[in-house]
């Protein structure tokens, strides 16, 4: 077997990947410093003069990581006592051992982009941590929350559209099972569109009625494999004794406009008896600014029913219900918050591979999933997505997926060169989706 292309880096001087370690990066840092500063008075309110302290230590360590990312240092060990603390200093360790002599210490702009990306992140969470009393700060919870209420109009469209469908779902036949379902579908591909790392942490939230701009969205989709799901899992529902046993992962990605969009789609998925429970997996701590936490995934829950609006209400209400009933099960594992390529699982988080090999169909939101996926290679347009996968099967998968980073593979020939022709940053804008779908063999 050919050796696979090499990753992505900042090392690539105009590259996506350069240019967001080198602008939106710091611009994140300042913008967790900032939110720490405008805190200082609660932090007072809260903790007095221990807190204002804190506050000035968690400060004083984001500048210098953001002085170590934007001068190139080395990338330093962590010094934290976290679980993941030791599986983090020997993937450092590795990545010495790839480079020679010659070469020095792994530093920011040269190694692998998801690497030093996710290193930032964490170096961010322990910062924080060495900081009590205010160790369980999320900087990110601001720019999230907002993002919620930012988007409420569209929220709000969007569950009056599934308590609408819910209620005449015994009467669909078919067709219009599979109509709906990818519809629900398309929908949480474009909440994949409100990150806030991609906007530096500024607002990104969803304005637009969704759900009547699908048809005009569709020529934007440029892999579109729904097709498999559906044969997926309209045959474990013509097999009966199987449907009650139909088991889906959703491996979230943002808080927010998106979360409720996955979470629409996870309750169509129950209404129509297209699964019978659903594995939502999450981050342990903040991560890529708006990455769901289990915070985050109570909190959007709560203030969907608490919005005011009655059809918002029931849609919380249910919600609430499916997961004390364990319907809907919230996991949170610390391999999502690591920097190894989902190929690894297998080595890295057995225990989480196992669980994920129960499933019927995993569905990977977000870009982040996607590099991972693919070990945010530079992989030729046109490699098998099986391929790129490098052996991570542990169900039926399907990545669902706004284009944020130089990534993509499984483009038919020619096709990316036409993409380039119309419009030369079609990899990184969001403005691009994919459904790409792989079975075991
Ligand atoms: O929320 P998502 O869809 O995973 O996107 C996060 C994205 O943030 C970026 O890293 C930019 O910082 C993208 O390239 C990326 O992968
Ligand atoms: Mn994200």
Redesign the pocket.
Known sequence: MAEPPAFLSAQDVGS??YL?MKD??PQ?LTKAIDTLHRHKNEFFEKHGEKGMEAEKKAISLLSKLRNELQTDKPINPLVDKCIDTDIWNQYLEYQQSLLSESDGKPSWFHSP?LFV?CYMYRRIHEAIIQCPPIDDFDVFRECKDKNFFESQESISILCTHLQQLTRSIEDLDENQLKSEFFKLLQISLWG?KC????SGGKSSSQKTDVVSSLEDLKPFIVVNELEHLWTLLSRYRKTRAKASAVRMDIVL??SGF?LVTDLVLADFLLSSKLAAEIHFHGKTIPW????TTLHDFSWVIEQVKHCGDKLMFQCGVGWENHVKMGRWAYHDHVFWTLPHAYCSMPQVAPDLYAELQKSCLILF???????KLTGDRKWEFTTPFHQALEGFHPAPLCSI??L??EVQVGLQPGQAEQLTASEPNWL?T?KYGIFQFDSPL
Do not use: M, P, Q
Request: no cysteine; aromatic share 12%.
């Open positions: 996506f990947a967001t939106r990066a994140i982009w990306e994949n990150d806030l790392s991609l990605d943002n998106e890529f600014v708006s990455d939101k977000g870009d982040l999933n996607y590099r997926r706004t944020k980073a990184t969001g």
